[in-house]
């Protein structure tokens, strides 16, 4: 799905948000080669003269495969605990698998108040804006360890979309293992249509997103349309793509 139509390197300013289950295999943990490959297209963005940021799941369902946590819900503090031993390998795997490209990596944590606090919000986004303005590429995460759950995003589609806008992105960029937008869950209805672009998110489109979300991942399609919606509101177009081949945003 898509709410954009023009080549990736015409913008100025993307947000990549990646999916648990694009970087994290359960078993081996981190999967390095589809790693590498998006850094290779973010270089190439990068030459492009785009800023990149990059929001990157994956520190909770890393921390469950190092800390050998058996599958199923996992209570707060045990995915908290996940988190803090996931995020440090997922830090440093970017920020290895960038400086490839000699590019440096700057790690960003954050909580839904540092979004929606004026003063916490002009920091991170100051943060971020130096970052960018020296040729570092931001990861950001939702700080699992501390966000409890009535304050936190808890998916990072939306924490996506508002890093987006934060940062005045005129592209948002969610690369899962879903494709983008089906008239009905494809996999429970045969007759479910693909839809290629939207224009505007009506209560009928809003009414297509089931809540579908795997062991790996946090958010669905609910959580994208919701981010669709903080995105497009700002000015800032979306894509939903599958992330499930080698150099997605190439592709
Ligand atoms: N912040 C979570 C993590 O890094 C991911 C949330 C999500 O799947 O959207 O594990």
Redesign the pocket.
């Known amino acids: 799905m898509s709410l954009t139509r023009k080549p990736l390197g015409s913008h100025h300013r993307i947000v990549i948000k990646i ?2 289950a694009l970087l994290v295999d359960r078993k081996s943990g981190l999967k390095k080669d589809w790693l590498d490959a998006i850094c290779e297209d973010i270089a190439a963005l990068k030459k492009n003269g785009v800023d990149v940021q990059v929001v ?6 890393l921390g469950r495969t190092v800390l050998g946590l058996p599958s199923g819900a996992l209570k707060l503090e045990e995915s908290q605990a996940a ?1 803090a031993v ?2 440090i390998a997922l830090a440093r795997a970017w920020s290895e698998s960038l400086s490839r490209h000699e590019i440096v990596a700057g790690q960003i944590l954050l909580t839904l108040s540092d979004t929606e606090e004026r003063r916490r919000y002009l920091n991170a986004r100051a943060t971020i804006n130096q970052l960018l303005k020296i040729g570092a590429i931001p990861i950001i ?2 700080n ?1 360890t501390v966000a409890t759950t009535e304050i936190r995003y ?4 939306r924490l996506a979309a508002r890093v987006a806008t934060m940062t005045g992105a005129d592209l948002l960029v969610l690369l899962s293992d879903i494709d983008g937008l089906y008239t009905a869950p494809p996999h429970l209805d045969p007759d479910a249509r693909f839809l290629e672009t939207i224009s505007d998110i009506t209560p009928e489109i809003e009414a297509m997103a089931g809540g579908a979300a795997s062991e790996l ?3 669905g399609m609910r959580t994208k349309i919701d981010a669709g919606k903080i995105a497009t509101a700002a000015g800032c177009g979306m894509i939903i793509a599958s992330g499930k081949t080698l150099n997605p945003l190439k592709a």
């Open positions: 999916g648990s990157s799941s994956g520190a909770i369902a988190a996931g995020q995460n939702e699992d808890g998916d990072n589609d991942s946090r958010g």
